[in-house]
């Protein structure tokens, strides 16, 4: 399987499997946008909020996705890193 960057700011990437078997899909994209922490596919004001909300909080398993600095806690430097995302999309 490779793996190929689409060099854009949000990362595309597509997987093609090189060698044996077959896949049962077509190739498979798989989109990752930095301080898109709800996941819907724009950094905005939302992201943002839900990271001011939980400042102060220790990394879980259910706002582990609010530390984007992967520090274990969920602090001002998680807000600051999503706000500067605000406003990237993931292409269509
Ligand atoms: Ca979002
Ligand atoms: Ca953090």
Known sequence: ?????????????SFEQQAGGVLPEPPVLVGLLGGDVNGDGAG??????????ATGSSANTSNFHLDVDLSGTLSESDGYA???????????
């Open 1 to 13: 399987m490779s793996l190929t960057d689409s060099g854009s700011p949000s990362a595309w990437w």
């Open 44 to 53: 905005n004001q939302t992201d943002a909020y839900l990271a001011r909300r």
């Open 82 to 92: 999503i706000r500067l995302r605000n406003g990237r999309t993931l292409p269509c």
